[in-house]
């Protein structure tokens, strides 16, 4: 064994651990500036309230498991907010799909869901800093 | 004034039957608000979004009435739009601008009995591709702006070949989310074939130049909220006339969206100069109602 090899092996050692360690925790001021889970919670609720009002999008949602959806938006949203839950729902694109959802219908979602931040005291930049992420799935959502 | 106003009578209709039914579904000031030319956009520079609120499944439309004054001049705008599900703008506009200083000038140089410039501009606008909000390369439209001097006197004395023009445009428009202090920056740059001399109220093509060119627009604003939006626009201008040297045109603008029927804009403008006049600078007003 050349003297050589320690070294070598010590060197790789560093240069992976490197990689592997300090897995910084994930960010999650996102989700504590929206209220941590109970936070999220309320405005989902909201939201709810105002889905059901909005003649504009409430066929779609006419029949629907309320404590089941609540659960699982609140999850998908805390999730997305670096916040320490897990979606179990279905699939985004394929639940989508089937309801054929029209950019008006998206807008007027993403307006009702701008709403029910604000009536839950979110401040506007939080709000900004959701919306950001939850574009992302217009794809999807829109089945584009 | 006529024009003036009917637009006036129409809005203040509107407003006051404010309450009722929902202009649209896309979300607040996404419509942007009236240009000068009648265009949806800014003050100075029309941007990809398309006017008032209708989305996909929805029509809709605005009227406007804005003043912009200058140390020499005064103008005033009258505009209507109709969107149809957010693909089709079409847009009517009447200008007319008050020569006050220049009056003497015409008449002692040119023996002309002019005191105002009158265009009217007719304006149509396709959604090519996207969304400001979704899509990550924003919205791109194409545009045409037809413009018809009513006056076309003082245009020809100083050199102005028509007395009507076309400008097309290609703009994109993109809205990034929480991207300046959580604020969300709206981004908008707008590409213009045009021959107008001043916007046109001045005529199409001159001594200088008499083809189409190609002029580069844009503007960026904040959305302190989604009740305040504040920018800047820019907008480069053909130079046509050797008679009257023409400058590009900025603006700093503030719009007040209360809601989705009202939009209230000021501005503080630069226009450079204008038929001899020189540097002309100050302030723009828009009231926008849509429906
Ligand atoms: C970014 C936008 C959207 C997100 C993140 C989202 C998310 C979700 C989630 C997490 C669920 C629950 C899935 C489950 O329980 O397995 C759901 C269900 C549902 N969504 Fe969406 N959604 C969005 C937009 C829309 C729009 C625009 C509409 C229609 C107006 C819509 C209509 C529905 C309906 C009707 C259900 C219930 C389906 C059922 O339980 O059978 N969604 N969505």
């Not at chain 2, 029309?46 to 003043?67: I, N, Q, V």
């Not at chain 2, 021959?195 to 302190?224: T, W």
């Not at chain 2, 305040?228 to 009257?244: I, M, S």
Request: glycine letters at 8%.
């Amino acid at each position: 064994m050349t003297p050589i090899r320690p070294w070598l092996l010590i060197l790789i050692l560093a240069v992976t651990a490197g990689c592997q360690t300090p897995v910084a925790a994930p960010d999650d001021t996102l989700y504590q500036d929206l209220g941590a889970r109970s936070g999220i919670a309320d405005v989902v609720e909201e939201l709810l309230y105002l889905i059901v009002d909005d003649d504009r999008i409430n066929r779609q949602f006419r029949g629907l498991d309320v404590v089941s959806f609540h659960r699982h938006l609140t999850d998908q949203l805390c999730q997305l907010a670096g916040g320490p839950c897990t979606y179990s729902g279905r699939a985004m694109r394929p639940l989508h799909a089937e309801m054929a959802i029209t950019d008006t219908e998206f807008n007027a979602l993403t307006e009702n869901l701008v709403l029910a931040m604000e009536r839950n005291g979110i401040a506007t930049g939080v709000q900004n800093r959701l919306l950001a992420r939850l574009i992302a799935l217009y794809p999807e959502v829109r089945n584009l | 004034m006529t024009a003036f106003r009917l637009v006036l009578a129409c809005l203040t209709l509107l407003l006051s039957t404010a309450g009722q039914a929902s202009p649209g579904s896309r979300l607040w000031a996404t419509g942007g608000v009236t240009t000068i030319d009648g265009s949806a956009g800014g003050g100075l520079v029309p941007w990809a979004l398309l006017s008032g609120y209708a989305s996909d499944r929805e029509w809709g439309g605005t009227l406007a009435l804005s003043r912009l004054e200058s140390d020499d001049y005064s103008l005033d705008v009258a505009a209507a739009s109709f969107n149809w599900r957010n693909r089709l703008e079409l847009s009517i506009g009447r200008q007319t601008l008050d020569l006050d200083s220049l009056v003497f000038a015409l008449k002692e140089d040119f023996g002309l009995e002019q005191d105002q410039l009158r265009q009217d501009i007719v304006g149509a606008k396709l959604r090519l591709w996207g969304d400001v909000l979704y899509s990550p390369l924003g919205q791109w439209s194409l545009g045409l702006q037809h413009k018809r001097n009513r006056t076309f006197l003082v245009p020809e004395a100083i050199g102005a070949r028509d007395d009507q023009g076309t400008d097309v445009y290609l703009s994109a428009s993109k809205l990034l989310f929480a991207a300046v202090l959580d604020r969300n920056l709206l981004l908008n740059a707008t590409v213009r074939a045009t021959r107008a001399n001043q916007g046109g109220l001045l005529g199409f093509g001159g001594d200088r130049n008499n083809d189409h060119e190609l002029m580069a627009e844009a503007s960026v604003g904040v959305f302190l909220n989604r009740h305040w939006l504040v920018g800047l626009e820019y907008r480069q201008k053909p130079d046509n006339l050797t008679f009257a040297d023409e400058q590009d045109w900025w603006d700093l603008f503030l719009a007040w969206v209360p809601d989705r029927r009202l939009a209230v804009t000021a501005a503080w403008v630069d226009l450079g100069d204008i038929a001899g006049l020189q540097h002309q600078q100050g302030a723009y007003v828009s009231l926008q109602v849509s429906f």
